[in-house]
């Protein structure tokens, strides 16, 4: 609904970011090769809406950890502030393996992932596309790098910056039945004691209108003759 030239979200129903969703996929087919895994999704928004929490949960994640912005936290989440709470939540759940995006839907900063693998001081890798069990406390992970694979053993824990492609394989069903006995453990982002960081701004240049003269050329000699002559 448009409300005075503003789009008004208060009544849409929010669904998971796509390269999550991939994300997810990629968990649940590690839990099939090593069945002890668990897997937990970490959400962060003001509003809980069920519907989409609960969609996280009938994909096959043992829980969701949703933390919760009150209204009257005035604080703006940006991904520094993000890597801070998904740093506490890691550190409070004892997480071996932690998966994000390269990108995200909305500012594509991909600095989440090594941010929060230095400030763990953990290992971390770039441009994952694949995981593949290789013992208890190691994986084999290949990368996407300047148009090749490269395959890595890495130690836990450490953190994944998936670059993951979706397939039509990566269809998940629902198991909403499933999801009923399963754990949405909620926390509230004003008990984290978090302070965003004042010495990072974040500014627009506007680039100013000028006149630019520019000249045409028939045929790509005319070009080669300005350029060489």
């Known amino acids: ?80 502030l993000t890597t801070k709470i998904l740093r506490w939540v890691v550190l409070a759940g004892k997480f071996d393996l932690i998966l994000v995006g390269k990108s995200s839907s909305d500012s594509n900063s991909g600095f989440v992932g090594p941010a929060l693998a230095i400030l763990l001081g953990w290992r971390q890798l770039n441009y994952v596309r694949s995981l593949l069990y290789n013992g208890t406390d190691k994986l084999k992970v290949k990368c996407w790098n300047e148009n090749r694979i490269i395959t890595f053993i890495i130690k836990l824990p450490c953190v994944l910056t998936c670059d993951l492609k979706r397939t039509k394989e990566s269809a998940m069903p629902l198991e909403p039945i499933k999801s009923r006995n399963k754990v949405i453990s909620i926390k509230t982002l004003c008990t984290f004691k978090l ?11 506007i680039i100013p209108k000028k006149i630019r003269i520019t000249k045409h050329f028939a045929a790509v000699g005319g070009l080669m003759t300005v350029l060489f002559s």
């Open 1 to 80: 609904m448009v409300d005075n030239g503003i789009l008004n979200y208060k009544d849409v129903n929010r669904v998971i970011d796509p390269v999550d969703e991939v994300n997810v996929d990629v968990i649940l087919k590690f839990k099939k090769i090593v069945p002890s895994a668990e897997g937990s999704a970490i959400c962060l928004s003001r509003d809980s809406d069920k519907s989409y929490l609960k969609y996280v949960l009938a994909m096959g994640v043992n829980e969701v950890i949703f933390i919760r912005i009150v209204n009257g936290d005035k604080i703006s989440i940006d991904g520094l």
């Open 195 to 205: 302070v965003p960081t004042s010495n990072i701004t974040v500014t627009n240049y």
